[in-house]
């Protein structure tokens, strides 16, 4: 297509967009995203399961949770580029039957606002680490929750947490940081993109 569509995968519809920009384009060309991790993903997700999508960007695992927790479940995705947190908003438009809710932040060690770069050559690789980017952007001042905070504020902290995915380009020790006492007290299972450099 020319022009972005919405596209049905074996999981969950979602828009596409068939122009560099966005990491739909690669889904649109091959028509998955991340198979074999999304398989062992989905072994840990239950009806009426709770997970939290840290680094959501167009909602691959958000969307894969959401059907299968279902109408008693809740996925919560934090997305905090402007832009990837847009497509993220009509990418969960598309499941009307599931409690999928998106938030326009970042999950750190803190209540903050920090500085994301955006990665001009390569749309998954936004981070508030700059130099972990392959190509400088354009900057967005986001804001930063930590989670144990923000669940707390929602009143979710109570709500047994079963699954936390993580992929923040290097940020993730400050997300798991902020989450400590979430991950204590409710032992999810944590699925975690490690940048090593970029978290030094």
């Given amino acids: 297509p020319r022009a972005p569509v919405v596209?049905?995968?074996?999981?969950?519809?979602?828009?596409?967009?068939?122009?560099?920009?966005?990491?739909?384009r690669a889904v649109l060309r091959r028509g998955y995203w991340e198979p074999?991790?999304?398989?062992?993903?989905?072994?840990?997700?239950?009806?009426g399961g709770f997970v939290i999508d840290a680094g959501a960007n167009f909602g691959h695992y958000a969307l894969t949770a959401a059907p299968l927790v279902g109408p008693d479940g809740l996925v919560v995705a934090f997305e905090p580029h402007p832009a990837m947190f847009r497509l993220l908003q009509r990418n969960a438009a598309l499941q009307p039957e599931a409690k999928l809710v998106c938030v326009n932040a970042g999950l750190g060690a803190d209540e903050s606002e920090l500085a994301l770069t955006t990665d001009a050559d390569n749309p998954g690789g936004h981070s508030f680490v700059a130099g972990n980017v392959r190509a400088a952007g354009e900057t967005h001042r986001v804001p930063v929750h930590a989670l144990?905070?923000?669940?707390?504020?929602?009143?979710?902290?109570?709500?047994?947490l079963d699954l936390i995915k993580i992929d923040v380009q290097g940020y993730e020790g400050r997300v798991i940081a902020g989450a400590a006492?979430?991950?204590?007290?409710?032992?999810?299972?944590?699925?975690?993109?490690?940048t090593p450099d970029a978290m030094a």
């Avoid at 596209?7 to 828009?15: E, I, K």
């Avoid at 991790?37 to 239950?46: G, H, I, K, S």
């Avoid at 006492?181 to 490690?194: D, K, L, N, S, Y």
Wanted: glycine share 4%; aromatic share 10%; charged share 30%.
């Fill in 148 to 160: 144990d905070r923000w669940l707390a504020r929602e009143g979710l902290d109570t709500r047994p």
């Fill in 181 to 194: 006492e979430t991950i204590a007290r409710h032992r999810p299972v944590v699925f975690c993109e490690v």
């Fill in 36 to 47: 074999a991790l999304t398989d062992c993903f989905v072994r840990f997700l239950r009806p």
């Fill in 7 to 24: 596209m049905r995968t074996a999981r969950y519809p979602l828009w596409v967009h068939p122009e560099p920009g966005t990491l739909t």
